[in-house]
Protein backbone atom coordinates (compact mmCIF):
# COMPACT_ATOMS: atom_id res chain seq x y z
CA UNK A 1 0.00 0.00 0.00
CA UNK A 2 1.19 3.59 -0.98
CA UNK A 3 1.33 6.21 1.91
CA UNK A 4 0.91 10.01 1.51
CA UNK A 5 2.72 11.77 4.35
CA UNK A 6 1.51 15.19 5.93
CA UNK A 7 2.15 17.41 9.22
CA UNK A 8 -1.57 18.35 10.10
CA UNK A 9 -1.82 20.73 12.67
CA UNK A 10 1.92 20.04 14.12
CA UNK A 11 1.41 16.66 13.82
CA UNK A 12 2.94 13.77 11.37
CA UNK A 13 0.84 11.28 9.87
CA UNK A 14 0.83 8.92 6.44
CA UNK A 15 -2.38 8.78 4.69
CA UNK A 16 -3.03 5.42 3.31
CA UNK A 17 -3.99 5.77 -0.60
CA UNK A 18 -7.17 3.82 -0.69
CA UNK A 19 -9.29 3.52 -4.24
CA UNK A 20 -12.06 4.67 -4.99
CA UNK A 21 -12.68 3.76 -8.47
CA UNK A 22 -10.06 2.66 -11.08
CA UNK A 23 -9.11 6.30 -12.21
CA UNK A 24 -9.42 8.24 -8.69
CA UNK A 25 -8.00 7.15 -5.31
CA UNK A 26 -7.92 9.39 -2.22
CA UNK A 27 -5.68 10.04 0.91
CA UNK A 28 -7.79 8.22 3.74
CA UNK A 29 -8.05 10.44 7.03
CA UNK A 30 -9.68 9.17 10.05
CA UNK A 31 -9.37 10.86 13.56
CA UNK A 32 -11.17 7.97 15.19
CA UNK A 33 -8.97 6.92 17.81
CA UNK A 34 -6.43 9.64 17.34
CA UNK A 35 -6.85 11.68 20.22
CA UNK A 36 -3.52 13.20 19.68
CA UNK A 37 -4.58 14.62 16.03
CA UNK A 38 -7.78 15.31 17.19
CA UNK A 39 -6.62 17.52 20.13
CA UNK A 40 -4.59 19.54 17.61
CA UNK A 41 -6.49 19.70 14.89
CA UNK A 42 -9.44 21.18 17.12
CA UNK A 43 -6.66 23.88 18.70
CA UNK A 44 -6.20 24.88 14.96
CA UNK A 45 -9.59 25.45 13.74
CA UNK A 46 -10.73 27.14 16.65
CA UNK A 47 -7.60 29.67 16.07
CA UNK A 48 -8.88 30.64 12.19
CA UNK A 49 -12.64 30.09 13.31
CA UNK A 50 -15.01 32.75 12.38
CA UNK A 51 -17.77 33.68 15.70
CA UNK A 52 -20.45 31.62 16.35
CA UNK A 53 -23.24 30.16 18.35
CA UNK A 54 -23.08 26.61 17.85
CA UNK A 55 -21.10 24.21 15.82
CA UNK A 56 -22.50 20.92 13.92
CA UNK A 57 -21.29 18.12 11.93
CA UNK A 58 -22.18 15.14 9.96
CA UNK A 59 -22.30 12.24 11.76
CA UNK A 60 -20.06 10.23 12.39
CA UNK A 61 -16.37 11.26 11.31
CA UNK A 62 -16.76 14.62 12.41
CA UNK A 63 -18.07 13.87 15.92
CA UNK A 64 -14.54 13.46 17.87
CA UNK A 65 -13.55 16.79 16.54
CA UNK A 66 -16.41 19.20 17.05
CA UNK A 67 -16.38 17.23 20.46
CA UNK A 68 -13.01 18.22 21.25
CA UNK A 69 -13.54 21.72 19.83
CA UNK A 70 -16.63 22.51 22.05
CA UNK A 71 -14.44 20.91 25.06
CA UNK A 72 -11.68 23.65 24.17
CA UNK A 73 -13.85 26.83 23.38
CA UNK A 74 -16.03 25.64 26.69
CA UNK A 75 -19.47 25.40 24.63
CA UNK A 76 -22.10 23.63 26.03
CA UNK A 77 -23.59 22.46 22.89
CA UNK A 78 -23.09 21.49 19.13
CA UNK A 79 -24.91 19.67 16.97
CA UNK A 80 -25.16 16.72 14.89
CA UNK A 81 -26.71 15.80 11.51
CA UNK A 82 -27.35 12.17 11.75
CA UNK A 83 -27.62 9.23 9.16
CA UNK A 84 -30.78 7.76 11.02
CA UNK A 85 -33.11 9.11 12.91
CA UNK A 86 -33.19 8.43 16.96
CA UNK A 87 -36.51 6.91 19.06
CA UNK A 88 -35.50 10.31 21.58
CA UNK A 89 -36.06 12.57 18.33
CA UNK A 90 -38.87 15.16 18.68
CA UNK A 91 -39.11 15.16 15.03
CA UNK A 92 -36.88 15.26 12.02
CA UNK A 93 -35.85 17.69 9.55
CA UNK A 94 -34.15 15.42 6.42
CA UNK A 95 -31.75 15.70 3.27
CA UNK A 96 -30.23 13.40 1.27
CA UNK A 97 -26.81 13.52 0.37
CA UNK A 98 -24.50 11.70 -2.25
CA UNK A 99 -20.70 11.67 -0.49
CA UNK A 100 -17.32 10.88 -2.26
CA UNK A 101 -16.40 7.73 0.48
CA UNK A 102 -20.01 6.19 1.08
CA UNK A 103 -21.55 4.28 -1.99
CA UNK A 104 -25.30 5.41 -2.69
CA UNK A 105 -26.86 8.19 -1.33
CA UNK A 106 -28.02 8.36 2.23
CA UNK A 107 -29.95 11.08 4.32
CA UNK A 108 -29.13 13.27 6.78
CA UNK A 109 -31.79 14.31 9.67
CA UNK A 110 -31.75 16.60 12.47
CA UNK A 111 -33.94 16.77 15.68
CA UNK A 112 -36.68 19.67 15.89
CA UNK A 113 -35.33 19.83 18.86
CA UNK A 114 -31.99 20.69 17.88
CA UNK A 115 -33.58 23.23 14.88
CA UNK A 116 -35.65 25.42 17.31
CA UNK A 117 -32.48 26.19 19.34
CA UNK A 118 -29.84 26.90 15.86
CA UNK A 119 -33.37 29.55 15.13
CA UNK A 120 -31.32 32.68 14.20
CA UNK A 121 -28.36 31.80 15.62
CA UNK A 122 -24.77 31.73 13.70
CA UNK A 123 -23.90 27.89 12.93
CA UNK A 124 -20.48 27.43 12.16
CA UNK A 125 -20.47 23.83 10.10
CA UNK A 126 -17.33 21.51 10.54
CA UNK A 127 -15.95 18.45 9.18
CA UNK A 128 -12.71 16.23 8.92
CA UNK A 129 -12.54 16.79 4.90
CA UNK A 130 -14.27 18.53 2.80
CA UNK A 131 -14.21 16.81 -1.05
CA UNK A 132 -16.80 17.34 -3.54
CA UNK A 133 -18.79 19.51 -1.08
CA UNK A 134 -22.33 17.38 -0.93
CA UNK A 135 -22.09 16.64 2.26
CA UNK A 136 -21.54 20.41 3.43
CA UNK A 137 -24.42 20.82 1.27
CA UNK A 138 -26.83 19.31 3.03
CA UNK A 139 -25.94 19.95 6.00
CA UNK A 140 -26.13 24.14 5.11
CA UNK A 141 -29.94 22.55 3.92
CA UNK A 142 -30.54 21.07 6.93
CA UNK A 143 -29.17 24.48 9.09
CA UNK A 144 -31.21 26.56 6.76
CA UNK A 145 -34.35 24.36 7.10
CA UNK A 146 -34.05 25.06 10.72
CA UNK A 147 -33.79 29.04 10.89
CA UNK A 148 -29.98 29.03 11.53
CA UNK A 149 -27.26 31.30 9.83
CA UNK A 150 -24.49 29.90 8.06
CA UNK A 151 -21.80 31.32 10.45
CA UNK A 152 -18.70 29.81 8.29
CA UNK A 153 -17.71 26.41 6.74
CA UNK A 154 -14.46 24.33 8.03
CA UNK A 155 -12.56 21.27 7.73
CA UNK A 156 -9.02 19.87 8.58
CA UNK A 157 -8.62 18.63 4.89
CA UNK A 158 -10.19 20.08 2.09
CA UNK A 159 -9.53 17.83 -1.00
CA UNK A 160 -9.63 17.89 -4.77
CA UNK A 161 -11.56 20.46 -5.89
CA UNK A 162 -12.54 21.38 -2.49
CA UNK A 163 -8.77 23.28 -2.58
CA UNK A 164 -10.04 25.98 -4.40
CA UNK A 165 -13.22 26.75 -3.25
CA UNK A 166 -13.53 30.50 -1.23
CA UNK A 167 -16.22 29.85 0.79
CA UNK A 168 -14.17 27.01 3.21
CA UNK A 169 -11.55 27.53 5.67
CA UNK A 170 -9.25 24.29 6.08
CA UNK A 171 -6.04 23.52 7.68
CA UNK A 172 -4.53 21.52 4.63
CA UNK A 173 -4.62 20.63 1.28
CA UNK A 174 -5.19 17.21 -0.07
CA UNK A 175 -4.42 16.07 -3.42
CA UNK A 176 -6.29 13.53 -5.02
CA UNK A 177 -4.08 10.25 -6.34
CA UNK A 178 -3.67 8.07 -8.97
CA UNK A 179 -3.53 4.13 -8.55
CA UNK A 180 0.61 4.19 -8.37
CA UNK A 181 0.10 6.68 -5.33
CA UNK A 182 1.23 9.49 -7.45
CA UNK A 183 -0.68 12.66 -7.40
CA UNK A 184 -3.20 13.16 -9.73
CA UNK A 185 -2.72 16.63 -12.02
Given at each position: ???????????E?????C?V?D?????A?????????T?A?A????????????????????????H????Q??AK??F?A?K?????????F?V??????????????L???????MK?????????V???????????A???????II?????I??????I??????YL??L???????????
Amino acid sequence: MNYYPMNIAGVERKLPICRVTDDLYIGAFVIFGDQELTVACADALLKIAPEYDYIITAEAKGIPLIHEMARQSGAKKYFLARKKPKLYMTGVFEVTVRSITTEGEQKLYLDTADAEMMKGKKILIVDDVISTGESLKAIEALVEKAGGIIAGRMCILAEGDAIDRNDIQYLNPLPLFNADGSVKE
